[in-house]
């Protein structure tokens, strides 16, 4: 058995072990679905799949993986609840090309993302999340991905660049709630609001600012809720780092050949070649559709602290 068979052969393991409840499903749980887009990081999304199911067993899980050789075939149910779409490996790994099709199969009123590298954790308020949409006209509620941090953003035009401006926001509107154009890569959204954005699936680099900003000009609502949040690890997968890189042009799921993916990069291109070409269609579907020469980030700390006085931080116990 390869390296390779045995991290997948460990992956199943750990995903059809899940807990599945025999308790009927909450009644504000049957209009969610997770969705996750995962491409060569079999120990990632397993592990996410078990975290998820220990603290929500019944909620319904789409996953749409593209990997070479995907965990399961198309259409397999490899627990109750828990869905596996495949996309062919020889089509691209773009992430707003799988989550376009998981949004697409879809048939709850609301999805809640994760990446791959996410896990749920005792401040993941899924419920909390959508009493707020539930009781509001916001399409697009954000917690926080990792523990430190929010991703909270507006979007200000200067000249001729566009200015993400973090932990700003456009007021309070419920507790530990604000409104802000930008949230992290862990939401719970409308799914019609979702079909009406999409993601570009050509753009293999910076695509959260580019749906943001596009979220934010077709007139989605969006918010930021406080004291919520999953944990995130970017090196979930064995092989991260420098071992990973080396490893990556000999094994599928290591990191050098996941970048080079990551990036639309193809067998045999360089890294440089691709992270060249990932900047170029960069400019020319975002850049230039938006009318700027670049998107800059401005932090300040200041911000931040008041922000985190207003609705708290991401671990601070629900009041």
């Not at 965990?71 to 149910?77: A, I, Q, R, T, V």
Request: net charge negative; charged share 30%; aromatic share 8%.
């Amino acid at each position: 058995m390869t390296d390779t068979d045995r991290l997948a052969a460990l992956a199943r393991t750990e995903i059809e072990c899940s807990p599945v409840s025999s308790e009927p499903m909450p009644g504000w749980m049957r209009g969610i679905t997770a969705i996750i887009k995962t491409f060569e990081r079999p120990t990632c999304v397993a592990r996410l799949i078990a975290s998820i199911r220990r603290f929500y067993p019944e909620l319904a899980i789409l996953v749409c993986d593209d990997s070479r050789e995907p965990l399961y075939p198309d259409e397999n149910e490899p627990v109750p609840g828990v869905r596996w779409l495949t996309l062919p490996y020889e089509a691209g790994h773009t992430l707003g090309a799988g989550r376009n099709y998981l949004v697409d199969r879809a048939t709850s009123e609301y999805v809640f993302l994760c990446d791959d590298d996410h896990e749920f954790t005792t401040g993941t308020r899924l419920q909390a999340m959508w009493e707020f949409l539930e009781a509001s006209d916001y399409d697009l509620v954000g917690g926080s991905q990792g523990d430190e941090d929010y991703g909270t953003a507006i979007f200000e035009r200067r000249g001729n660049r566009m200015i993400q401006r973090f932990h700003a926001h456009r007021g309070l509107i419920a507790p530990d709630v604000v409104a802000c154009d930008r949230v992290s890569n862990t939401f719970l959204a409308r799914t019609a609001g979702l079909r009406q954005v999409r993601w570009q699936p050509q753009v293999y680099a910076h695509e959260h600012a580019d749906f943001f900003i596009r979220a934010s000009t077709v007139g989605l609502r969006i918010a930021q809720m406080g004291r919520t949040w999953v944990g995130h690890d970017r090196g979930c997968e064995p092989g991260h780092g420098l071992l990973g890189t080396i490893l990556g042009t000999l094994l599928p799921h290591r990191d050098g050949r996941y970048r080079l993916k990551r990036m639309g990069g193809e067998e045999g291109q360089s890294e440089r070649q691709a992270k060249a070409e990932a900047e170029r269609l960069y400019r020319t579907l975002v850049l230039d559709q938006h009318g700027v020469v670049a998107i800059d980030d401005e932090f300040d700390r200041a911000r931040r602290r008041d922000l985190e006085r207003l609705i708290g931080r991401p671990t601070d116990p629900a009041d």
